[in-house]
Protein backbone atom coordinates (compact mmCIF):
# COMPACT_ATOMS: atom_id res chain seq x y z
CA UNK A 1 0.00 0.00 0.00
CA UNK A 2 0.93 3.72 -0.16
CA UNK A 3 2.22 5.89 2.65
CA UNK A 4 3.59 8.81 3.64
CA UNK A 5 6.59 8.61 6.42
CA UNK A 6 8.73 11.25 8.02
CA UNK A 7 11.95 12.27 7.96
CA UNK A 8 11.97 13.59 5.73
CA UNK A 9 8.79 12.83 4.69
CA UNK A 10 8.64 10.45 1.46
CA UNK A 11 6.23 8.16 -0.20
CA UNK A 12 6.88 4.39 -0.10
CA UNK A 13 5.32 1.21 -0.88
CA UNK A 14 4.41 -1.45 2.46
CA UNK A 15 2.66 -3.69 3.66
CA UNK A 16 -1.00 -3.66 5.03
CA UNK A 17 -0.76 -3.78 8.51
CA UNK A 18 -2.03 -6.38 10.62
CA UNK A 19 -4.16 -5.35 13.95
CA UNK A 20 -3.73 -7.32 16.57
CA UNK A 21 -6.18 -7.90 19.78
CA UNK A 22 -8.57 -5.30 20.53
CA UNK A 23 -7.19 -2.87 17.10
CA UNK A 24 -9.20 -2.57 14.05
CA UNK A 25 -7.61 -2.38 10.66
CA UNK A 26 -9.53 0.05 8.25
CA UNK A 27 -9.45 1.45 4.76
CA UNK A 28 -8.64 5.07 4.72
CA UNK A 29 -11.27 6.94 2.76
CA UNK A 30 -9.95 10.60 3.82
CA UNK A 31 -7.48 12.18 6.38
CA UNK A 32 -7.12 15.63 7.37
CA UNK A 33 -4.28 17.48 6.91
CA UNK A 34 -3.97 19.09 10.74
CA UNK A 35 -1.37 21.92 11.37
CA UNK A 36 0.22 18.98 14.22
CA UNK A 37 1.34 16.96 11.25
CA UNK A 38 3.19 19.89 9.52
CA UNK A 39 4.88 20.41 13.18
CA UNK A 40 6.00 17.11 13.14
CA UNK A 41 7.17 17.21 9.66
CA UNK A 42 8.95 20.32 9.82
CA UNK A 43 10.40 19.21 13.35
CA UNK A 44 8.77 21.55 15.66
CA UNK A 45 7.45 18.24 17.57
CA UNK A 46 9.79 15.79 17.42
CA UNK A 47 8.34 12.22 15.66
CA UNK A 48 7.90 9.80 19.25
CA UNK A 49 8.70 6.80 17.07
CA UNK A 50 10.98 7.10 13.75
CA UNK A 51 9.29 7.36 10.11
CA UNK A 52 5.61 7.35 11.36
CA UNK A 53 2.63 8.08 9.15
CA UNK A 54 1.60 10.99 10.08
CA UNK A 55 -2.36 11.45 10.11
CA UNK A 56 -5.10 12.06 12.95
CA UNK A 57 -8.41 12.76 11.25
CA UNK A 58 -9.04 9.64 9.60
CA UNK A 59 -12.57 8.43 8.53
CA UNK A 60 -12.58 4.88 7.33
CA UNK A 61 -13.90 1.48 6.46
CA UNK A 62 -13.80 -1.11 8.83
CA UNK A 63 -12.10 -4.40 7.75
CA UNK A 64 -11.39 -6.48 10.39
CA UNK A 65 -13.29 -5.29 13.11
CA UNK A 66 -15.15 -5.84 16.44
CA UNK A 67 -18.42 -6.17 17.57
CA UNK A 68 -18.95 -2.66 18.45
CA UNK A 69 -17.59 -1.63 14.79
CA UNK A 70 -18.32 -4.92 12.42
CA UNK A 71 -17.07 -4.99 8.92
CA UNK A 72 -18.14 -1.95 7.02
CA UNK A 73 -18.50 0.46 9.34
CA UNK A 74 -17.55 3.88 9.00
CA UNK A 75 -15.08 4.91 11.81
CA UNK A 76 -12.83 7.81 12.75
CA UNK A 77 -9.72 7.61 14.13
CA UNK A 78 -8.60 10.36 16.46
CA UNK A 79 -5.23 12.45 17.53
CA UNK A 80 -5.80 10.20 21.41
CA UNK A 81 -5.11 6.43 20.79
CA UNK A 82 -4.13 5.36 24.30
CA UNK A 83 -4.31 5.86 27.80
CA UNK A 84 -3.19 4.43 31.28
CA UNK A 85 -6.95 4.61 32.55
CA UNK A 86 -5.05 4.61 36.18
CA UNK A 87 -3.42 7.59 36.77
CA UNK A 88 -4.00 10.55 38.85
CA UNK A 89 -5.42 12.37 35.63
CA UNK A 90 -7.20 9.42 34.28
CA UNK A 91 -8.74 8.99 37.28
CA UNK A 92 -10.36 12.47 37.89
CA UNK A 93 -11.27 12.59 34.01
CA UNK A 94 -8.22 14.22 32.38
CA UNK A 95 -6.97 11.58 30.52
CA UNK A 96 -5.47 14.20 28.09
CA UNK A 97 -3.10 14.50 30.35
CA UNK A 98 -2.17 11.33 31.04
CA UNK A 99 1.62 10.58 31.29
CA UNK A 100 1.31 7.43 29.41
CA UNK A 101 -0.62 8.89 27.14
CA UNK A 102 -0.37 7.70 23.03
CA UNK A 103 -0.91 9.69 19.97
CA UNK A 104 -1.74 9.04 16.02
CA UNK A 105 0.36 9.94 13.45
CA UNK A 106 2.85 10.83 16.37
CA UNK A 107 3.87 7.50 18.34
CA UNK A 108 1.75 5.21 15.86
CA UNK A 109 1.27 5.41 12.00
CA UNK A 110 -1.86 7.33 11.19
CA UNK A 111 -3.99 8.15 8.06
CA UNK A 112 -1.87 9.57 5.39
CA UNK A 113 -1.94 5.69 3.65
CA UNK A 114 -4.61 3.47 2.51
CA UNK A 115 -4.60 1.90 5.42
CA UNK A 116 -4.41 2.23 9.30
CA UNK A 117 -5.07 0.67 12.57
CA UNK A 118 -6.71 2.05 15.43
CA UNK A 119 -7.55 0.48 19.21
CA UNK A 120 -11.31 -0.27 19.46
CA UNK A 121 -11.69 1.73 22.82
CA UNK A 122 -10.17 4.78 21.14
CA UNK A 123 -12.13 4.48 17.65
CA UNK A 124 -15.00 6.68 17.19
CA UNK A 125 -18.04 6.40 16.01
CA UNK A 126 -19.54 9.28 13.06
CA UNK A 127 -22.43 11.03 12.90
CA UNK A 128 -24.59 10.53 9.60
CA UNK A 129 -25.18 13.17 7.11
CA UNK A 130 -21.82 14.33 6.29
CA UNK A 131 -19.54 12.74 3.55
CA UNK A 132 -16.23 11.20 4.63
CA UNK A 133 -14.30 14.34 3.70
CA UNK A 134 -16.14 16.31 5.78
CA UNK A 135 -16.40 14.41 8.86
CA UNK A 136 -11.88 14.33 8.45
CA UNK A 137 -11.79 17.44 10.03
CA UNK A 138 -14.03 16.82 13.25
CA UNK A 139 -11.87 14.29 14.25
CA UNK A 140 -8.97 16.56 15.35
CA UNK A 141 -9.48 20.28 14.48
CA UNK A 142 -12.94 20.38 15.37
CA UNK A 143 -12.94 18.09 18.50
CA UNK A 144 -9.80 20.61 19.76
CA UNK A 145 -11.79 23.58 18.81
CA UNK A 146 -14.60 22.16 21.16
CA UNK A 147 -12.09 21.69 23.97
CA UNK A 148 -10.86 25.39 23.31
CA UNK A 149 -13.61 26.65 23.48
CA UNK A 150 -14.99 25.14 26.69
CA UNK A 151 -11.38 26.31 28.01
CA UNK A 152 -12.27 29.56 26.98
CA UNK A 153 -14.93 30.02 29.59
CA UNK A 154 -17.12 32.18 27.50
CA UNK A 155 -19.82 33.44 29.90
CA UNK A 156 -23.40 32.55 27.90
CA UNK A 157 -24.56 35.37 25.68
CA UNK A 158 -20.68 36.84 25.96
CA UNK A 159 -18.30 37.62 23.45
CA UNK A 160 -15.05 35.42 21.62
CA UNK A 161 -12.21 36.94 20.14
CA UNK A 162 -10.57 34.27 17.41
CA UNK A 163 -7.36 34.94 16.17
CA UNK A 164 -6.48 32.90 13.68
CA UNK A 165 -9.53 30.99 11.00
CA UNK A 166 -8.11 27.98 9.58
CA UNK A 167 -9.76 24.12 9.87
CA UNK A 168 -10.39 24.05 13.88
CA UNK A 169 -11.59 27.60 13.83
CA UNK A 170 -13.80 27.85 11.51
CA UNK A 171 -15.90 24.62 13.63
CA UNK A 172 -15.53 26.19 16.95
CA UNK A 173 -16.84 29.35 15.73
CA UNK A 174 -19.80 27.39 14.72
CA UNK A 175 -20.56 25.86 17.79
CA UNK A 176 -19.89 29.39 19.83
CA UNK A 177 -22.64 31.21 17.34
CA UNK A 178 -25.31 28.08 17.81
CA UNK A 179 -24.56 29.17 21.68
CA UNK A 180 -25.45 32.50 20.96
CA UNK A 181 -22.23 33.98 21.42
CA UNK A 182 -20.84 36.51 19.74
CA UNK A 183 -17.72 35.41 17.84
CA UNK A 184 -15.16 38.47 16.60
CA UNK A 185 -12.56 37.07 14.18
CA UNK A 186 -9.09 38.55 14.17
CA UNK A 187 -7.13 37.23 10.60
CA UNK A 188 -5.08 38.90 7.99
CA UNK A 189 -6.44 36.62 5.25
CA UNK A 190 -9.58 38.51 3.64
CA UNK A 191 -10.70 35.14 1.69
CA UNK A 192 -10.69 33.42 5.92
CA UNK A 193 -12.69 36.52 6.57
CA UNK A 194 -15.28 36.75 4.28
CA UNK A 195 -15.69 32.31 5.12
CA UNK A 196 -16.06 34.38 8.59
CA UNK A 197 -18.37 36.70 8.23
CA UNK A 198 -20.67 33.65 5.86
CA UNK A 199 -20.74 31.45 9.19
CA UNK A 200 -22.53 34.12 11.04
CA UNK A 201 -19.49 35.93 13.23
CA UNK A 202 -20.15 39.01 14.30
CA UNK A 203 -17.29 40.87 12.53
CA UNK A 204 -14.13 39.62 11.03
CA UNK A 205 -11.17 41.78 10.92
CA UNK A 206 -6.93 42.36 10.42
CA UNK A 207 -7.91 44.16 13.64
CA UNK A 208 -8.40 43.35 17.30
CA UNK A 209 -11.94 45.07 18.59
CA UNK A 210 -11.64 45.21 22.79
CA UNK A 211 -13.84 44.53 25.91
CA UNK A 212 -14.08 40.70 25.37
CA UNK A 213 -15.59 37.94 27.64
CA UNK A 214 -13.13 35.62 25.58
CA UNK A 215 -10.69 34.43 23.61
CA UNK A 216 -9.16 32.02 21.58
CA UNK A 217 -5.51 31.98 19.87
CA UNK A 218 -5.38 28.99 16.89
CA UNK A 219 -2.58 30.66 15.30
CA UNK A 220 0.85 29.45 16.30
CA UNK A 221 2.61 32.89 16.91
CA UNK A 222 3.03 33.65 20.36
CA UNK A 223 3.91 37.23 19.83
CA UNK A 224 -0.05 37.34 19.76
CA UNK A 225 -0.79 36.27 23.32
CA UNK A 226 -0.05 40.43 24.24
CA UNK A 227 -2.56 41.30 22.13
CA UNK A 228 -5.10 38.71 22.71
CA UNK A 229 -4.73 39.46 26.76
CA UNK A 230 -4.96 43.22 26.10
CA UNK A 231 -8.24 42.95 24.29
CA UNK A 232 -10.19 41.18 27.00
CA UNK A 233 -12.61 42.49 29.30
CA UNK A 234 -11.55 42.40 32.89
CA UNK A 235 -11.84 39.61 34.16
CA UNK A 236 -11.21 37.58 30.68
CA UNK A 237 -10.06 34.18 29.48
CA UNK A 238 -7.71 33.86 27.00
CA UNK A 239 -7.52 29.87 25.42
CA UNK A 240 -4.14 29.03 23.77
CA UNK A 241 -5.57 25.93 20.87
CA UNK A 242 -1.82 24.81 19.32
CA UNK A 243 -0.09 21.97 20.56
CA UNK A 244 3.29 24.21 19.47
CA UNK A 245 3.15 27.65 20.06
CA UNK A 246 6.47 30.57 18.65
CA UNK A 247 7.43 32.15 22.10
CA UNK A 248 5.53 34.70 24.04
CA UNK A 249 7.33 38.08 24.56
CA UNK A 250 7.44 39.62 27.85
CA UNK A 251 3.66 40.43 29.20
CA UNK A 252 3.03 43.68 31.13
CA UNK A 253 1.26 42.61 34.39
CA UNK A 254 -1.03 46.32 33.84
CA UNK A 255 -1.89 45.93 30.44
CA UNK A 256 -2.24 42.21 29.94
CA UNK A 257 -3.05 40.15 33.01
CA UNK A 258 -4.22 42.89 35.98
CA UNK A 259 -8.13 42.58 36.60
CA UNK A 260 -8.03 38.70 36.41
CA UNK A 261 -7.47 37.69 33.37
CA UNK A 262 -5.82 34.69 32.35
CA UNK A 263 -4.23 32.26 29.94
CA UNK A 264 -5.56 29.03 29.70
CA UNK A 265 -3.49 26.30 27.56
CA UNK A 266 -5.27 23.04 25.95
CA UNK A 267 -3.29 20.17 26.15
CA UNK A 268 -5.13 16.98 23.38
CA UNK A 269 -8.39 16.04 24.40
CA UNK A 270 -10.39 13.43 26.15
CA UNK A 271 -12.59 10.54 24.66
CA UNK A 272 -15.72 12.38 26.24
CA UNK A 273 -14.66 15.75 24.11
CA UNK A 274 -14.74 13.59 21.40
CA UNK A 275 -18.39 12.52 21.93
CA UNK A 276 -19.90 15.53 23.21
CA UNK A 277 -18.40 17.35 20.02
CA UNK A 278 -19.87 14.60 17.72
CA UNK A 279 -22.82 14.61 18.95
CA UNK A 280 -23.06 17.90 18.64
CA UNK A 281 -21.97 18.19 15.40
CA UNK A 282 -24.99 15.43 14.69
CA UNK A 283 -27.67 17.51 16.36
CA UNK A 284 -26.43 20.55 14.70
CA UNK A 285 -25.06 20.16 11.27
CA UNK A 286 -22.34 22.31 10.57
CA UNK A 287 -20.61 23.86 7.45
CA UNK A 288 -17.09 22.00 6.78
CA UNK A 289 -15.17 24.04 4.49
CA UNK A 290 -12.70 21.61 2.78
CA UNK A 291 -10.15 21.39 0.00
CA UNK A 292 -9.47 17.75 -1.15
CA UNK A 293 -5.93 16.46 -2.20
CA UNK A 294 -4.82 13.20 -3.65
CA UNK A 295 -3.19 10.95 -1.39
CA UNK A 296 -0.11 11.26 -3.56
CA UNK A 297 -0.08 14.56 -3.05
CA UNK A 298 0.25 15.12 0.78
CA UNK A 299 3.18 17.32 0.47
CA UNK A 300 1.12 20.21 -1.48
CA UNK A 301 -1.48 20.29 0.91
CA UNK A 302 1.53 20.44 4.08
CA UNK A 303 2.87 23.39 1.76
CA UNK A 304 -0.14 24.78 1.15
CA UNK A 305 -1.18 24.38 4.83
CA UNK A 306 2.06 26.27 5.71
CA UNK A 307 1.61 29.14 3.36
CA UNK A 308 -1.79 29.57 4.54
CA UNK A 309 -3.38 29.28 1.11
CA UNK A 310 -6.05 26.62 2.30
CA UNK A 311 -9.76 28.04 2.85
CA UNK A 312 -10.96 25.58 5.98
CA UNK A 313 -9.81 22.33 6.14
CA UNK A 314 -7.36 20.18 3.97
CA UNK A 315 -8.23 16.68 3.10
CA UNK A 316 -6.15 13.84 1.61
CA UNK A 317 -8.11 11.26 -0.28
CA UNK A 318 -7.25 7.75 -1.95
Do not use: K
Not at 33 to 50: A, E, N, Q, S
Amino acid sequence: MLAWRTAPLEACTVEVPSPGPGELLVRVLASGVCRTDLHVVDGDLPVHRPRVTPGHEVVGSVVVGSSAFPVGTRVGIPWLRHTCGSCRFCSRGAENLCPSSEYTGWDADGGYAEYAIVPVAYALPLPSGYSDVELAPLLCAGIIGYRALERALVPPGGTLGIWGFGGSAHLAAQVAIARGISVHVVTRSVEAQSLALSLGATSASSSAPSGLDSAILFAPVGSLVPQCLAALAPGGTLAIAGIHLTDVPPLVYQDHLFYERQVRSVTANTRADAHAFLSFAASCRLEVSCVEYPLASAMSALDDLRAGRVRGAAVLVP
